[in-house]
């Protein structure tokens, strides 16, 4: 029995077997929630207002934090990076709840003030943000060239990039919806059902998030503070076609519009991937 625990610690072999050398065990990184945020159709904009555009991001998160009573939370961000139109950051766990609500509703409050300053620039300069909420182990001890490194940040990029946020954008108001968030399935089962935010869960729509092309899909859920309803090219041609009083029966977006606003809540699908009701 002595020479079995020996091979064992040893790593050697004993008759047929091969005994595998002991392995260590590492500390684990701190556990850090993460906040990371990019522009929506960033290069869609003119190529001369794109560097004022990047320049502004940190600047408009500050004043969404300011607003909402939590500039605290910015002061003491952990590891930030800006590459290019994004920019991530970490915080201590126990903030969680607060990048949920009320910084999200300030941070689209922000933009909506934003705006008139922006389009006196140019009429269709436009700042629109994807958020992205997540939490884990980061590495996260003063080393630039380590920091933020980790699984959990790389997830929050893969979550940001979700093909099904970029389509809750595309079909909402650019101009009246202004960010979306996805919150991972931890954060959410942690912050929102755990009752620490002041947004109901229902106020969240449950979505697997997907990014085909890097293999990635998780459970993860969304919240849009100001949710639109934007009318297609195929709607607006539909709609024309009809007199005022048939509009002014059919409501504001036209018959088409409104239809399928109807059916999407009936059915429970929205463009496509997106699922109403789905518990």
């Known amino acids: 029995m002595t020479g079995m625990v020996e091979s064992i610690h040893n790593g050697t072999t004993r008759g047929d077997s091969v005994m595998l050398p002991l392995l260590h065990s590492h500390p684990l990184p701190p556990y850090r929630g993460l906040l990371a945020v990019d522009v929506v159709k960033f290069t869609g904009n003119r190529d001369r207002h794109l560097p004022e555009l990047s320049k502004m991001i940190p600047d408009i998160l500050q004043q969404a934090f300011t607003g909402c009573g939590h500039e605290r939370i910015w002061r003491e961000k952990r590891f930030p990076d800006k590459p290019g139109d994004a920019y991530v950051f970490g915080v201590a766990p126990e903030h969680l ?105 229902s106020q969240f729509q449950r979505v697997t998030a997907e990014v085909p092309e890097k293999g990635f899909q998780e459970e993860a859920w969304i919240y849009v503070p100001r949710l639109t309803f934007r009318e297609t090219e195929s709607d607006a041609a539909e709609v024309s076609v009809r007199t005022p009083e048939d509009r002014g029966r059919h409501g504001r977006g036209g018959p088409v519009f409104n239809e399928r606003v109807e059916q999407a809540f009936t059915d429970g699908t929205f463009n496509g991937d997106f699922h109403f009701g789905e518990r």
């Open 97 to 201: 709840p607060f990048l949920i609500h009320p910084f999200l509703d300030s941070l689209q409050t922000t933009l909506w003030e934003n705006g008139p300053a922006l389009r006196s620039a140019d009429r269709k300069l436009l700042m629109r943000l994807r958020v992205s909420i997540n939490v884990g182990p980061v590495h996260d001890r003063g080393d630039p060239e380590r920091d933020r490194i980790s699984r959990t940040t790389n997830d929050t990029f893969r979550l940001l990039d979700s093909k099904q946020l970029k389509q809750i954008m595309a079909a909402t108001d650019p101009e009246v919806t202004l960010i979306g968030a996805i919150v991972s399935q931890r954060v959410f089962r942690d912050t929102v059902l755990g009752g620490y935010t002041g947004v109901h869960e």
